[in-house]
């Protein structure tokens, strides 16, 4: 088992920046890929960002060049750092952890709220 905390959301004018923190604790040692997924109401979830254990990441196309996700192995962390946040970015962010077994885990969510 795994479990996730995430932290850092909140409200941010359009145009500014926010950063999502989420802890891993458990079963760390089977931790593969980590990542976060949004979801904004009425809408699929959809992927906003993964990280492999060896540093290879993939960003979802409506956030290449605005976001960055990162990882910090030691301390079973993954950040996404949010830039020029759009209206449109509003959504809860869910942090998501694969296990090398194939096993996913989710965490509580944050909600990210973008508006003037």
């Known amino acids: 088992q795994v479990q996730l905390v995430e932290s850092g959301g909140g409200l941010v004018q359009p145009g500014g920046s926010l950063r999502l923190s989420c802890v891993a604790s458990?079963?760390?040692?089977?931790?593969?890929?980590m990542g976060w997924y949004r979801q904004a109401p009425g809408k699929q979830r959809e992927l906003v960002a993964t990280?492999?254990?060896?540093?290879?990441?993939r960003h979802g196309d409506s956030v290449k060049g605005r976001f960055t996700i990162s990882r910090d192995g030691a301390k079973n962390t993954v950040s996404l750092q949010m830039n020029s946040l759009k209206p449109e970015d509003a959504a809860v962010y869910y942090c998501?952890?694969?296990?090398?077994?194939?096993?996913?885990?989710w965490g509580q969510g944050t909600q990210v709220t973008v508006s003037s």
């Open positions: 458990g079963s760390v040692f089977s931790i593969g890929a």
């Open positions: 998501n952890v694969e296990t090398v077994y194939g096993s996913r885990y």
């Open positions: 990280i492999t254990s060896g540093g290879f990441t």
